[in-house]
């Protein structure tokens, strides 16, 4: 049973960094893209980054230049630095694994981010 386990998430002050790391338990064959997305109270589930098997990478705006994702060259970890972080980056970070031609999700089970003085 393939599961994917989030490690990294905490309570930190405005300014600071955290890393989030997801490994993949068991194995996942053709993968077209791994990300992660967040999801704040009150609000829904929205895309933070993503990198397709190719390599590309998207960001939300309200990422770009302080968040950073990365991955090993297994494609097993995915990881998520996040630099200067902003009392409303503030949510559960939930990563995701797609892959076959039905472009089937994986999700790991949440971490939460907590950004507060």
């Known amino acids: 049973q393939v599961q994917l386990v989030e490690s990294g998430g905490g309570l930190v002050q405005p300014g600071g960094s955290l890393r989030l790391s997801c490994a993949v338990s068991g194995s996942i064959f053709d993968i077209n893209a791994m990300g992660w997305y967040r999801q704040a109270p009150g609000k829904q589930r929205e895309s933070v980054a993503t990198i397709t098997s190719g390599g590309h990478i998207e960001y939300a705006d309200s990422v770009k230049g302080r968040f950073t994702i990365s991955r090993d060259n297994a494609k097993t970890t995915v990881y998520l630095q996040m630099n200067s972080l902003k009392p409303e980056d503030t949510a559960v970070y939930y990563c995701?694994?797609?892959?076959?031609?039905?472009?089937?999700?994986?999700w790991g089970q949440g971490t939460q981010v907590t950004v507060s003085s």
């Open positions: 995701n694994f797609n892959s076959g031609l039905e472009w089937y999700n994986y």
